[in-house]
């Protein structure tokens, strides 16, 4: 097991158009995050799986995302009608839930929206 | 809500010189705080917990409940320190925020020889 894993690592597309990034967690990592960082700020919150659960949105988390995680492994998260406002790094990280030893991060994939 | 603050976003000292990287945090139960250190082009990683108690690379960091604080410290600082710097809150056990991060703003360190 190399980690977490994020694929694209960039993707620059044109506004409009939609994407989709992958996350593949620590295969014994029951929950798996989605986070986005903009220039100068913190990882914000967008989404969080337990399992194939998806437990918790943020209010950041517009109609035009959406995120999945179909068989508890790895995740998905799609941008329809992405706006130039969407370019950050989106980042993924598992953790196993039943204590908290920290998230383990992926490498992050960067959006440009041109 | 919860909400971690880190005051300062650039820090700047001389190796050898004790660093400190503040961190305040608002949550009304008992969290857990950490440390995150995001290295020059590599990813987000954890440095330490406050749970464990442990000094990870020389760095210690205290929960003050009193002063809602996770100072982090270390008293000789090296080049290598330099980095960004992420302190962040989890929810307490049973609660609906247990496991899921928040993070502050982050510190930029940077140690000159």
């Known amino acids: 097991d190399t980690g977490v894993s994020q694929d694209p690592r960039h993707k620059i597309t044109k506004r409009g158009q939609n994407v989709t990034f992958r996350c593949d967690p620590i295969?014994?990592?029951?929950?798996l995050y989605w986070y986005r960082q903009t220039l100068g700020q913190g990882p914000e919150f967008l989404t969080y799986f337990q399992n194939e659960a998806q437990l918790e949105k943020s209010r950041l988390l517009s109609d035009r995302f959406s995120a999945e995680r179909p068989k508890g492994s790895f995740s998905t998260l799609e941008i329809q009608r992405t706006e130039q406002g969407d370019s950050a790094m989106y980042l993924c990280?598992?953790?196993?839930?039943?204590?908290?030893?920290?998230?383990?991060f992926g490498s992050g994939t960067r959006l440009t929206v041109v | 809500a919860q909400r971690v603050t880190q005051p300062e976003k650039l820090l700047s000292v001389f190796k050898g010189a004790p660093v400190e990287l503040k961190c305040n945090y608002s949550?009304?139960?008992?969290?857990?705080l950490f440390w995150y250190v995001q290295y020059s082009r590599q990813r987000l990683q954890l440095l330490l917990r406050h749970i464990s108690r442990e000094s990870i690379k020389g760095f210690t960091a205290d929960l003050n409940k009193g002063e809602t604080s996770f100072h982090l410290k270390k008293p000789f600082a090296q080049e290598e320190d330099s980095a960004m710097y992420y302190c962040a809150l989890s929810g307490d056990a049973g609660g609906t925020s247990y496991g899921k991060l928040t993070f502050g703003q982050g510190t930029i360190l940077t140690v000159h020889p």
């Open positions: 295969s014994e990592h029951n929950r």
């Open positions: 990280a598992s953790s196993p839930w039943t204590s908290n030893y920290g998230y383990t």
């Open positions: 949550y009304s139960g008992s969290p857990e």
